[in-house]
């Protein structure tokens, strides 16, 4: 996925902690300013931006020591100091060690931006953003922040859905704005796995009914 990087990175800073981390499962969102001078100029998203990745913040934390990070970020930060048997400290220079409890996922004395501080919270959730498949599947999709997994998830057009019967045994795939040409041209195939499984119910029905009467 394309990452948004301002000219001068963080030389002492690893280059892409946070994305595509081993597992797989829940990936970072990465959303990139609309307007990407916002970042440069000093605009709403320039104070958004998480200094590890330095993408505008994804699911912010912020530490005791008052230094905002995507919490993928910062729990990524410590866990490789910790196995290259090094103290984690703030990235910001805060000496304080970060540490984070065995059983628990999140840093010790870290809270979610929305708690810690509201209005930083709410500069970000209103930045313009793209859509998250701008860069690779050319949606043109501009919005707030906030709306931005929303608009992937339900209407991005560009999206890769599953079509609607997939529970009734249809395997397709395809971009959302392809869903309609797909069930007329499936139709009949629809049809086909719909009657399948009314027949699997009927002779079910029936084998039931013959052991209860
Ligand atoms: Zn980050
Ligand atoms: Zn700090
Ligand atoms: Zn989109
Ligand atoms: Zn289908």
């Given amino acids: 996925?394309?990452?948004?990087?301002?000219?001068?990175?963080?030389?002492?800073?690893?280059?892409?902690?946070?994305?595509?981390?081993?597992?797989?499962?829940?990936?970072?969102?990465?959303?990139?300013?609309?307007?990407?001078?916002?970042?440069?100029?000093?605009?709403?998203?320039?104070?958004?931006?998480c200094s590890i990745c330095t993408n505008l913040l994804s699911d912010p934390v912020q530490t005791a020591c008052k230094h905002v990070f995507c919490s993928r970020c910062i729990n990524r930060w410590i866990s490789d100091a910790v196995s290259d048997?090094?103290?984690?400290?703030?990235?910001?220079?805060?000496?304080?060690?970060?540490?984070?409890?065995?059983?628990?996922?999140?840093?010790?004395?870290?809270?979610?931006?929305?708690?810690?501080?509201?209005?930083?919270?709410?500069q970000l959730s209103g930045v313009n953003v793209q859509c998250p498949l701008a860069r690779l599947d050319g949606c043109n999709w501009v919005g707030a922040y906030s709306a931005a997994l929303r608009h992937q998830q339900t209407e991005c057009p560009r999206a890769w859905v599953l079509c609607p019967l997939s529970a009734h045994g249809c395997t397709e795939r395809f971009r959302r704005s392809a869903c309609a040409d797909h069930m007329t041209s499936a139709a009949l195939a629809h049809v086909s796995l719909l009657s399948a499984k009314l027949d699997a119910w009927e002779s079910e029905r029936s084998a039931m009914l013959k052991q209860v009467g």
């Fill in 85 to 122: 048997g090094r103290m984690a400290t703030c990235p910001m220079g805060d000496s304080r060690e970060l540490t984070v409890s065995s059983g628990s996922t999140s840093v010790d004395g870290c809270r979610p931006l929305s708690e810690a501080n509201p209005q930083l919270f709410a």
């Fill in 1 to 49: 996925m394309y990452r948004y990087r301002p000219a001068v990175a963080p030389s002492s800073l690893p280059a892409s902690p946070a994305v595509n981390s081993a597992g797989g499962g829940s990936r970072q969102l990465v959303l990139v300013p609309a307007n990407r001078a916002d970042i440069e100029s000093g605009g709403a998203a320039a104070g958004c931006v």
